[in-house]
């Protein structure tokens, strides 16, 4: 069912997304880096202005344990204001629909999945958010969780480049959070909410509208300011919807144009990191090889997805199209954002499997930031692994990778299906997974599975929904999600700091800026990470899609 | 070339005349008690895989205890699976046991060398006298003074303090070679004298001699783990934490979700998923890696000096000894002005008969090779010699009539003038006294006054040449130039050769003349080399590249040389130089060889890459594994059945990859033991190749080895 023109659209927008990838890590150098900007005369003032009113030296750099410390006091300090906000909505203005409050869970649930950039939905946003939640309990912790990821994604840049760009330490996490605030997401997002206003995304306060259809039949039209939502949603790689439904529902996405500004949205900051990376190291073929191992990733994920002839089963958003919903799919998993345009539950199972194999590796680019940090992780351990057959002690970037660093990747690396499992089994074992209504079949075992898969990959997609809003699975994502995303990131923070102190080699070993490299790393992924999970995959996706054909027959 | 670097390596371990006499029956012994769970509880992945056995054990005996996960009907599977799990921890002490049982070969064979021998201490008496009293070698202290004579073995490592003697040095090559030592040399305990009598001072106690420290290295059970050994064992030990947390969800699944998985198949499932193959080997790596250092007579004071010798990037050699011989020789006589090559060749044998320097020697051999012999031979007999001195440089001859013929000094040459005499013992006209001046250019031309564009202009082409021109003059008249050239050490070339293609940066370092150094540096392939170097060049130098983060080697044997090994990333000192050198150094090698220091980053490389090759090998195996055990996992799941295109039935499945699993261990003994074949090769070639082999090789094989082994095991079972 895939021909020629799809191959064309997938080709020309990965050639448009790179290339204004390419564009705009140039930007985002003048933006981390020491270099200026035209536009600091415009942006200085305001960000001095944040900077006094939080009372921050600017010049100050942190070491790796502080500037972890603050990314999570930070993220904490995010998430009890959401959280109060949702727990307290009710009492709240701007709630024009007097939408009562969240419970402890829930309200715990979603502090803690937007403020990881994760965004599972154990909510219905159209139908429990009032407008004040939405805006500042969810839309500003978008703003604010994506623009942690750039900053972390952006010191562990730092400690790679070594000590030539910063006398010492990674930066300061202060600083680039909100430079990558007023210098990036917002304009940016601002820009393309005004573009999906004028295609046709609502934007408004004015509260839900009854309206009378031509059926006759009364419709509440639930409006509200969707469009700046969906924008830094996609942007953000956050994936947290202003409805349940997500980008499935029309109002969130109404047409083709829309469909694919939105994968480009979530695409262009991931893609864009490889090449920062680059730059800020001074070796753009470093940044290619990242690049180069997460598309190809990417495509493989693709083309198993593609291979079902018979893709879709029915239920399907006729106006998007099968090819674009499992483009999408596939694309929102790969880049860990989470959104959805068509409803998981319907598609062969063949294709949820690249959708696992997204969030098991998490770097195909992965999410905005944390998937070029996820793919340093594994450079790292392939590094050791293969480095040591050219007879030398194995080096990245000219650093010698010690025990201690595979030690931390190796934490980071072993946390992965921890968190996946041991609650996997606990739900089940414990009967949360019957107290909500699934059984112990594939298709059972493929959304439970799914959903900590999910939380624990800050994607967000997922099978449960609001069916998910037990105190179980809402505690129980709500650890997993931060744990999938501190631990990796305090990991990786470490080990940029310990390499930026190491003496750098001047020659060079096993070369990471070839073409044998990403291919070496990504058939090293692939057995590490998604072999790893085989089993599990086996008896879920897998084993669901023989079952089916077997039905079938 | 690259069989000569090979050759070298081994070549040094096969020429032992006490080559490892390895006891069977003992190795199987200790590599069962090593089974014992506590000793293995420092091999993570083996304890693990020791510990499902006990599982599985009990299973076989007691299937009920296992309710749900284990079957009354296949406790004969469990009983085999059980065996196979044990012999796999087996394999692996196994390969412990061997090559601890090498390397302690090796330390017995050390140790004879130093066995009690008779020493003669010798005592100076309160009027001077000496007296000597012949002891056992176990009682000699520091300080105490020593004599031997040819025949004698050193017992102790020692200092000469009076005499001359040759000595063969060659501890353990077995190829012998002497090496003549006067005062202030450094004697090895172990060596034999062949030839006249020496006096020497003990220099260390018999507990710390350089063979004890060499044994000590081999059999060090202690032996700390180099910095790349421990990042491998961090590494395989999250990969089984990894594994375990998928036993664990297998297990629990399998009982909630009612999948119908049998324990053992789940086990046999996590340990082929085990890094079991470099687990395994890894104690035996690291062991056999020692060993062969031992076995080129190289100390090393700790692993990770090795390991950094396979990561250096540059390495200064001395042009002297390790480019070329110790020496250089007379090649050529050029005569100038009217003199002829005769008159010259003549006379410059006349003043070297006396002159015991291998260059005073190699203008004896030259001349009579080319058939110049004097006819004033006879009058040598009572010459007064002028010994070469640093301060004329210059050293010479006067002949004066007498009828005496002396012996020449002892040493190698003693047979080969002893042929002269015997030719020329009838010839015995004789002249007036004779002056023969033999030195540097500059010197004779002080000397005697003359001035001579002929002789400058073949002085200086000699120069250019990069060879040493030396003149020699006779009462006063300058007779012509002997033309001295240095000798490039056998195969030296090559291991150039051979390090260029390493990405290893040599940088030649001598004392001699540019033009000198540039031609010896171009014959052999170096680029970089200093000339005219002064003491504290190799340390400036050594500062220069760390400060580029280059890994440096370096070797060395005075004193000078002592703060330049101390920085050095690697340091060899010869044994024979001086204490302080070998402080200073991190290794030091026994037959004081400088060029071996190509051979330790060569064996360097190799350690590194065998253990990344197993490791390789051992993670891209689990894919085939994975496909084996999975589709056949689930006994309720059978719709799993259509991923099973190995088409095995569960059984054998499960059998046949744990057979393969156990058997690669045995297999890959002899690779961890002699290391991965090395040939001198860009970084990257290596690499790709080992990619290739390991890599792409270890998801291939096992598909093959796997089906082929479970053909076999149903043909068997059919047989029976």
New interface residues.
Partial sequence: MIGIRHILVIVGLWATIVFFAWILSKYLETVYGDKESKLDRIFIPVENFIYGLIGLDKNKTMKWKEYFLNVLIFSAFSAVVSFLILYYQGYLPINPMHFPDLSWSLALNTAMSISSNTNLQHYGGGSSLSYLSQMVGIQFLQFTSAATGLAVAVAIFRGFAGKKNQTEGLGNFYVDLVRSLTRVLIPLSFIFAIIFIIIGIPQSLSGYTLVRTLSGSEQILKIGPVASLVSIMQLGTNGGGYFGANSAFPFQNPNPISNYIQMALMMIIPTSMPFLFGRMINRMGEGRTILIASYGLYAIDLIIAFIPVTVLGAGMEAGIGPFSSVFWTVTTTAFTTGSVNASLAAFNPIVIIPAFMGMLIQATPGGIGVGTMYMLMYIV?TV??????????PEYL?A????G???LA??G??SH??II??P??IA??AGYVHAIGYG?GPTS?TQIFYEFTSAAANNGSDFLGTTGNTVFFNVSTAIVMWAGRFIPIFVMLAIAGRIQER?????????TDDI?FPI?LI?SIL??VI??F???L??GP??MH??G??NAL | MHSDIKSDMNGSNSGRSHDEKVSWKNISFDSVLRLNPVKLISNPVMFVVELSFFVVLIMALDPSAFPDLAHQQDRLFYGVVSIILLITVWFSTLSDSIAEARSRATAEGLKKLEAETPAKRVHVKEDGGREIEEISSSELKKGDMILMSKGDQIPIDAEVSEGIAMVDESLLTGESAGVRKAKGDTLIGGSKVVSDSIIAIVTTDPEDTYIKKLVRMVESSKRPKTPNEVALSVLLLGLTGVFTIILIALIGLSVTLSLGADLSVLIALYVCLLPTTIGALLPAIGISGMTRMSKNSIIAKSGKAIETAGDADTILLDKTGTITIGNRLASEFIPVGKHTERELAEAAFLSSWNDDTPEGRSILELAFQKGFLPKEFDALREGVFEEFSAVTRRSGILLVDSDDFTLPKGGREFYQRHRFRKKFDLATTMVDDTTILKGAPESIKERTGTQNDEFDEVVNRVTSEGDTPIAVSIHGDVLGIIRFRDVLKRGIKEKILGLKKMNIRPIMVTGDHPLTAKSIASEVGITEFISQAKPETKYQKVKEEQAENRIVAMIGDGTNDAPALAAADVGLAMASGTFPAKEAANMIDLESDPSKIIDVVILGKQLLMTRGAVTTFSVTNDVAKYFAIVPIMFASVPALQALNFLQLTPHIAVLSALIFNALVIPALIPLSIRGTKFRPQSTLRIFMKNLLLYGVGGVILPFVAIKMIAIILVYAGGAL
């Fill in positions: 351990i050791f692994i293969v480095g040591l057959m050219a007879g030398r002690t000219g010698k990778i010690t025990a660093d595979v030690k190796v934490i690396f072993l299906p921890i499992l041991i996997t089994v089940y074992a112990t075992f003496r750098r080699s001047s020659e060079i070993s096993l070369r044998i070496v058939v057995i590490l072999l790893t085989f089993p599990f086996a008896i897998i084993l023989l079952e054909i077997k």
